[in-house]
């Protein structure tokens, strides 16, 4: 643990970003100081899990093969603790790269929903994680020695920072191979200075490590009258991996702690699944279902899934063909009995244990999400707000689950009108009406202009349900899933709306007669829109609003047109259909108008729907000018 030499000494200036998250993360973070020891010792453990890795290639890399454990010490007389691993170590270049910058994703969003309330800011940090810089939260400085594997004695690494803004780079000589963290602790930090109370810390935290945490054994010494330190080092923790203790050895806590260790995460997750598969395959899976989504779940490049470990050697970080995408919030281990250790990520695609342990895990997923929809509604409708949009992907990516994933869904309903979403597919059948046989829903860019639809004025006159869908993979989802439990799902925005069935032998009468009676209306008007519109009819949909926009069953609507215009993607031009209610006044005024303004009138009615619809007027400029020509007659 010596370091000798300082040439070649540089000051370098941390990242803008890592000194505000310092700052932060000192003046939030201070009532859970402790965490800092598991962010520490999970580091450690990381560092000696890959080397381990690197090992299984280059077994020189060992050095001799002394047991890969993590140390922590204190000396009360230098004020001083120390967390060292004799894992796979820092080079220069690495130690530059990885402790002066923070290189993730989903970091701008993070800036941009910091807030100044300290607890809201500490959640927040939490859930971004803290990592290595925690460390400041306790020490005001730290040195960071360190030797990658592999590189000689004199090609070590000292780095110290006082966490203001800079930190300075040496060389040093460091003759065993890994990492040594150094905190010169804030001068009312003496607590930490105690044996006691750093076993019990890391009892807490760090007792699902698998490999041993040591401290040095402590004897009562009755001259001084106090505990002091032998030559003699002890593991503090079990010392096996979690999950390969069975069930009912481990803790509620234990698992949590475990979770916090593989994602990261600072909160607790909302659900956890532990199972040992025998068979055909064999492995194990410890999977968890995070209470909130990372700030990056939309970020495509992202790291996501699970750790893969064969045989309790760990292999890779981010296995994504363990599970499907749209389970990329699940996270966890999954240790394999059958896999080589030397697989690769392009072994994975192809293997036929994967494809096994895939299918596995997202059954286990879902019967997960199935029992918390089933007896943990709060914790479900928590699932839904941070995951609903990425579960909603299942219905196309996973055909062999869509039926169980379609039960599922939660969306907005016309039931409560409430933006939350909440119906299950299951609920709305239950409240199907009689002689309804399909489920019915409105796409639109906002929960309000959904609500807001005029599609939906005959169906809440027949008191007939319609679920309100304004996430943005809605469309994609809806292009998939086509039925449920029978029963097709039905834009109200699209085709002839064919509510016959709902509709009484004297309603269907009415209806007729209204067509018939206003034929010459709508041929009038279909003559004046005919480079604008494909057809003019008489609606069966409205009942407050002159008139609305439809576009045929098998086209796109107009809200997924809008998305892929947006997308800057090219839409098919397509014309819709105009459907008026001509019992509503102003088409009374309308067949009233004379010949010379009735042009002017039909173009208003139609660019009035389109607006309903949340469309950008092709000529809005001529629009204002009819509206206000007939607003001065
Ligand atoms: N003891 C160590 N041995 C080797 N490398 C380390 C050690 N501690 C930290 N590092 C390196 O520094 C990087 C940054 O660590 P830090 O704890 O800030 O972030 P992280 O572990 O990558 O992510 P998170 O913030 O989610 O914990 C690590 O990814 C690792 O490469």
Redesign the pocket.
């Given at each position: 643990m010596t370091d000798s030499s300082t040439q070649s000494a540089e000051t370098l200036g941390f990242q803008a970003e890592v000194k505000q998250l310092l700052h932060l993360m000192i003046h939030s973070l201070y009532s859970n100081k402790e965490i800092f020891l598991r962010?520490l010792v999970?580091?450690?453990s990381?560092?000696c899990d890959k080397l381990r890795f690197e090992a299984l290639d280059k077994p020189e890399l060992l050095e001799g093969g002394e047991e890969l454990a993590i140390t922590i010490d204190y000396d009360k007389d230098a004020h001083t603790l120390t967390i060292s691993?004799n894992?796979?170590?820092?080079s220069r270049e690495?130690a530059v790269a990885?402790?002066g910058t923070i290189a993730r994703s989903g970091t701008r969003e993070f800036f941009s929903q910091l807030t100044g309330d300290k607890q809201k800011d500490a959640q927040l940090i939490g859930q971004f994680?803290?990592?290595?810089?925690s460390s400041f939260i306790v020490a005001d400085k730290v040195t960071v020695i360190?030797r990658r594997a592999g590189l000689p004695a004199d090609q070590g690494v000292r780095w110290e920072s006082d966490g203001q803004g800079e930190f300075t780079i040496a060389q040093a000589d460091k003759a065993t191979r890994?990492?040594d963290?150094i905190l010169h602790l804030r001068a009312d930090e003496d607590e930490l200075l105690n044996g006691w109370k750093l076993r019990e810390i890391l009892r807490r935290y760090s007792d699902h490590i698998s490999l041993p945490v040591r401290m040095y054994k402590e004897e009562w010494d009755s001259e001084k009258s106090e505990q002091v330190k032998t030559a003699e080092l002890e593991s503090v923790n079990q010392a096996s991996a979690l999950w390969t203790r069975s069930k009912s050895d481990i803790t509620d806590e234990q698992y949590k702690e475990f979770y916090k260790h593989v994602s990261?995460d600072f909160e607790d997750p909302l659900a956890w699944t532990h199972n040992r598969v025998e068979g055909r395959s064999e492995y194990t899976q410890l999977l968890y279902i995070p209470k909130r989504a990372p700030f990056d779940l939309w970020d495509r490049d992202a790291k996501r899934g699970v750790k893969l470990y064969v045989r309790r050697v760990f292999i890779m970080d981010d296995a994504e063909q363990l599970l499907p995408n749209y389970l990329r919030f699940v996270r966890g281990v999954i240790d394999s009995a059958d896999l080589p250790l030397n697989v690769s990520r392009e072994i994975l695609q192809e293997s036929r244990d994967v494809r096994a342990i895939r299918e596995g895990s997202t059954k286990r997923i879902l019967s997960l999400l199935e029992e918390l929809a089933e007896n943990r509604a709060e914790d479900y409708a928590l699932f839904w707000t941070g995951f609903g949009q990425v579960l909603k992907e299942g219905t196309g990516e996973d055909f062999a689950n869509q039926e169980r994933i379609a039960k599922l869904l939660r969306f907005a309903s016309t039931h409560s009108e409430d933006a939350t979403q909440a119906v299950s597919l299951t609920d709305y059948v239950g409240r199907m009406k009689e002689g309804q046989d399909k489920i019915y829903y409105v796409t639109a860019d906002s929960h309000a202009a959904a609500l807001a639809s005029p599609h939906l004025e005959v169906f809440r006159k027949k008191g007939i349900e319609v679920l309100l869908l304004s996430d943005r993979v809605d469309e994609w989802m809806l292009s998939y899933l086509r039925e449920f439990d029978g029963k097709s799902l039905v834009s109200v925005a699209k085709g002839g709306l064919e509510l016959d069935d709902l509709a009484d032998e004297e309603e269907k009468k009415r209806r007729a007669e209204v067509a018939e009676q206003f034929k010459p209306l709508v041929e009038r008007l279909q003559k004046s829109l005919e480079a604008r519109v494909k057809e003019v009819r008489t609606s069966s949909r409205l009942v407050d609003s002159p008139a609305c926009i439809v576009v045929g069953e098998n086209e796109l609507s107009p809200h997924l047109q809008r998305m892929l215009q947006a997308a800057g993607q090219s839409a098919p031009d397509i014309k819709p259909t105009l459907e008026i209610n001509p019992e509503h006044a102003l088409l009374a005024r309308i067949q009233a108008a004379s010949d010379d303004q009735f042009d002017e009138w039909a173009n208003v009615l139609l660019d009035q729907a389109l607006l309903v619809e949340g469309n950008a007027l092709p000529d809005a400029a001529g629009f204002v000018q009819r509206l206000n020509k007939l607003l001065l007659q």
């Open positions: 962010e999970s580091n450690a990381d560092a691993d894992g796979i170590g820092l690495e990885n402790l994680g803290v990592g290595f810089y360190s890994g990492t963290i990261h």
